[in-house]
């Protein structure tokens, strides 16, 4: 009985937690673009900010029992509970994946060779400037090659894939030439991220007296399975499409159709997590792959719908991360950073 009662006030909070977000979230990005012209996941991230736990949704409130709506979890390393962490990633899944669907394939293949230089290119710089600013703001650094200089570096590398296909799928941009190389450099970003990530782990490891050096071998390992997945899974999906979507219009129901292949894009999105990347990047190929088929817009279409109401909820809870209780003691560190890191991915990917 205590447990039924516990899980049915979980629920509750969450439909309380999800009317605010959705809310928020639409009024946010609506006057974002209504009124400063800018995309609307800039005001749905602000409206994260401004609800989340670190802001008005951790102030007490006397009809949930003296308690914020958006309660810090313990023993969590999220700010936010993990039903609805749960509901964005579903989010983000559904963004890359009706993302991959809108990108004309053709165009994408012609330009993902340019778009692999640029990503290389944006994240060579942007971590050997992301290590060098920790030389002059982090006392503990006295080498580029401390540990806490590798991981500034690898932390400036990162581009969020997601943020990249909200705002040109918002100007219809994301078959045109520019789209698919920004995407495409995006996608390259995360699986070097991981390799880079692994080398870093065993400097840090051999750092420590572990003894010996890096295990490359192990580097290699993650890098083969990194890469091997991303580029068989997208090679793999694009030829298999075809055959895939002659079997699924047997079905002649669309809407059970778009389920279906709604249903691959997560399978691929897990086993994508499995190989080390994120996620979003199996969703991707999963639409990429479906792109070219004559079904692509008729999923489109079916999914539209949801894609309007749940990927919102995606950006508006990454913005309930942002602690602004940290933001004061790194200030003038975070500004030189974040002025880096756009340097080197403008100059990088020039």
């Known amino acids: 009985m205590h447990e039924s009662a516990s899980l049915t006030h979980l629920m509750t909070m969450l439909i309380f937690q999800l009317a605010v977000i959705v809310m928020a979230a639409q009024i946010f990005g609506y006057i974002t673009v209504r009124f400063l012209k ?184 993650i890098a083969l399975k990194a890469f091997g997945f991303w580029l068989g899974s997208t090679v793999i999906g694009i030829l298999l499409a075809p055959r895939l979507t002659k079997g699924l219009k047997n079905l002649r129901d669309l809407d059970a159709l778009a389920s279906i292949a709604f249903g691959l894009a997560l399978l691929l999105a897990g086993f994508s997590e499995m190989a080390g990347l994120a996620m979003i990047v199996g969703a991707y190929v999963m639409g990429l792959a479906l792109s070219s088929t004559d079904v692509a817009e008729d999923v489109r279409r079916r999914m539209e719908g949801l894609y309007n109401f749940i990927v919102p909820i995606f950006f508006c809870v990454m913005g309930m991360l942002v602690d602004f209780s940290v933001l004061p003691r790194v200030a003038l560190y975070g500004l030189v950073y974040t002025a880096l890191g756009i340097f080197g991915k403008i100059a990088g990917c020039g």
């Open 38 to 221: 800018q995309p609307s996941v800039l005001g749905e991230l602000v409206a994260g900010m401004v609800i989340g736990p670190f802001a008005l949704g951790g102030i007490p409130l006397p009809f949930l029992g003296n308690v914020p709506l958006f309660e810090i979890p313990f023993h969590s390393t999220l700010p936010v509970t993990p039903q609805l962490y749960a509901f964005a990633t579903v989010a983000s899944i559904i963004l890359l994946f009706l993302s991959g669907l809108e990108t004309d394939l053709k165009t994408f293949l012609r330009f993902a060779g340019t778009g692999s230089v640029v990503g290389l290119g944006g994240v060579v710089l942007t971590f050997f400037l992301g290590a060098g600013s920790a030389l002059f703001f982090i006392p503990s650094v006295h080498s580029i090659m401390d540990p806490p200089a590798l991981f500034m570096g690898i932390i400036a590398t990162a581009t969020s894939v997601g943020i990249s296909a909200r705002i040109l799928s918002d100007q219809r941009k994301l078959s045109s030439p520019e789209g698919v190389t920004i995407l495409s450099a995006a996608v390259l970003d995360d699986v070097l991220g991981i390799i880079l990530l692994a080398v870093v782990i065993g400097l840090v490891k051999h750092g420590k007296g572990s003894g010996g050096g890096v295990d490359w071998s192990q580097v290699g390992r």
